[in-house]
């Protein structure tokens, strides 16, 4: 059995991320762990569970968010709260318990109930339409938050002492409590006519007594009850554990004697970090990044001998022929988060010069920031430094709510655009940004992984200045050296069909490198290294 240890957390709290539908999302859920699981689920390579240690009330919307709801798994907080349910049940916020002459008023984005004229409560719903918290009030004030599992009931609930939180009860099925957090010194308390917890192991389920009923946070809660889960696993099991501050110190003593593959993903744990958890790298049977320079960056690091440590990316390709041809105009990509503020304006003075003289050609800048000014503040940058070129502010795109100048109206001349923002946070939306796009200009120390791969299967000329597993010099793309290249490099792509045709077929000859079949190669490389 092959089990997969996520870092699916809410920063560095115990939790789910989970958020309300009506607020933005700032993150992507996808990570290493998330790939490997829908490489393992959809081609049933091996036998495996997900070993989730964090509280997730809404954890079978995440798997069907990820395409893989019907994932084995065993919950560590399910256990604690000695929940049996396991199928997502309907629960509808008028079915529950409600004073006499309560009223529902209903917001385009929550319902608030009001008893009289006093607000009561605020429900909020999941994307999927479902309740996953109410909160309720007291003079103005929340007094609790209760939080709903998506299974239909009732899994935790936060109490509130003069607007600030006080504790979080863990709930079981029945509404009792089984686990009380404080919030002040983390302690915790067991309900004294509770005291045990659920496991379950090959069909078969028992229940075993906490070995106390006061713990000095809830990590020894977690331990406990994990060590008792893996008591009954089999010696030869493998654990892949993705690698995350939280979690690390819990693991490296938990899985101490056990098969263990450690997973480095770059935007959630650098090689920099591992060094000072250097005795549970070294413990490993195997150290797997997402990339062979992450890879190089540990074993520097590290020492860790050649052999076990494995560079597989992330994403797969997937051979997609793109919709740029069909556009009639050359879309530009510049991922531009993380550049130097002195790169990027002279990028765009650069790039301002030169677009104007290309018929069809625009410029379009992605960024992942989820922030709701971002994309104003990106075209703000932009105007700067078309003013400062001595060139019309106006080739960038309106900012939004941002009338056109009065002297425009006027004259009635149309001013041409020719710089727009792209504000992309999930992989679906930045996908669909891909295929729009004629080249991939990644001018970044630390090119994005999950872009380039995409600009590989919709078969996107790439143009860089640091070289990567994923670019090769005039093949699929081309790496220049300084950007006085540019222009060249641009001519090369976009004046010249065949030349663009060209990195497009080479593209899809990379593209086998990385397909689905071929991570599974790998991974079964690594699970042959541990075995």
């Not at 590989?456 to 793309?477: A, M």
Request: net charge neutral.
């Amino acid at each position: 059995m092959l089990y997969f240890i996520p870092a699916w957390y809410k920063d560095r709290e115990w939790c789910e991320n989970e958020q309300s539908w009506r607020v933005k999302r700032m993150h992507t859920e996808f990570d290493d762990t998330v790939k490997q699981i829908q490489l393992f689920h959809r081609s049933k390579f091996c036998e495996y569970r997900i070993m989730l240690l964090g509280f997730a009330p809404n954890f079978r919307h995440f798997l069907h968010r990820q395409g893989v709801y019907r994932a084995p798994y065993w919950s560590c907080f399910d256990a604690i709260q000695e929940v049996r349910r396991k199928k997502a049940g309907i629960l509808s916020f008028h079915d529950l318990n409600w004073p006499a002459g309560i009223e529902f008023f209903y917001s385009p984005f929550v319902v608030i109930a009001m008893l009289g004229t006093e607000k009561y409560a605020q429900i909020d719903f999941g994307e999927d339409g479902n309740p996953i918290w109410i909160e309720l009030y007291q003079d103005g004030r929340i007094c609790r938050r209760n939080l709903y599992d998506d299974r239909g009931f009732v899994s935790g609930t936060v109490l509130y002492q003069e607007g600030e939180p006080l504790y979080q009860d863990y709930l079981m099925e029945n509404g009792m409590w089984k686990l009380r957090h404080y919030f002040e010194d983390g302690h915790v308390e067991i309900n004294g006519r509770c005291p045990q917890y659920l496991l379950e192991y090959k069909g078969s389920t028992w229940t075993k007594p906490f070995s106390k009923t006061s713990y000095k946070c809830i990590e020894h809660v977690i331990y406990e009850v994990l060590d008792a889960y893996l008591a009954l696993t089999d010696s030869r099991d493998i654990f892949c554990v993705a690698m995350h501050g939280l979690h690390m110190k819990l693991l490296g003593e938990a899985l101490k004697s056990r098969k263990m593959i450690l997973s480095f993903f770059r935007d959630r744990y650098q090689a920099g970090e591992g060094a000072k958890l250097l005795d549970l790298i070294q413990n490993a049977d195997c150290v797997v990044a997402d990339s062979r320079e992450h890879a190089g960056q540990i074993r520097r690091q590290t020492g860790i001998a050649k052999e076990r440590l494995k560079a597989i990316p992330p994403y797969d390709t997937r051979a997609d022929e793109g919709i740029s041809l069909q556009l009639g105009v050359q879309k530009i990509l510049i991922p531009v988060d993380g550049l130097k503020p002195e790169l990027f304006g002279r990028l765009i003075r650069i790039l301002g010069r030169y677009i104007p003289k290309k018929k069809d050609a625009e410029v379009h800048l992605f960024t992942r920031d989820a922030r709701y000014d971002r994309k104003q503040r990106l075209l703000e940058q932009v105007r700067m430094e078309l003013k400062k070129e001595g060139l019309p502010a106006a080739w960038a795109a309106e900012p939004e709510g941002e009338m056109m100048a009065e002297n425009d109206l006027e004259t009635g001349e149309k001013v041409p655009v020719y710089f727009f923002p792209e504000q992309c946070v999930d992989e679906l939306s930045v996908s669909k940004c891909m295929r729009e796009q004629w080249l991939l200009l990644e001018l970044r120390e630390v090119p994005e992984q999950f872009l380039q791969i995409n600009a590989i299967s919709f078969g996107i000329p790439q143009i860089v200045q640091k070289r990567t597993d994923f670019v090769e010099h005039n093949g699929n793309g081309m790496v220049i050296g300084s950007l006085d290249e540019l222009p060249e490099a641009l001519d090369y792509y976009l004046d010249e069909l065949k030349h663009w045709n060209r990195a497009r077929i080479f593209s899809y000859k990379i593209s086998r490198k990385y397909t689905a079949e071929r991570l599974l190669k790998m991974w079964g490389e690594v699970m042959d290294c541990v075995g």
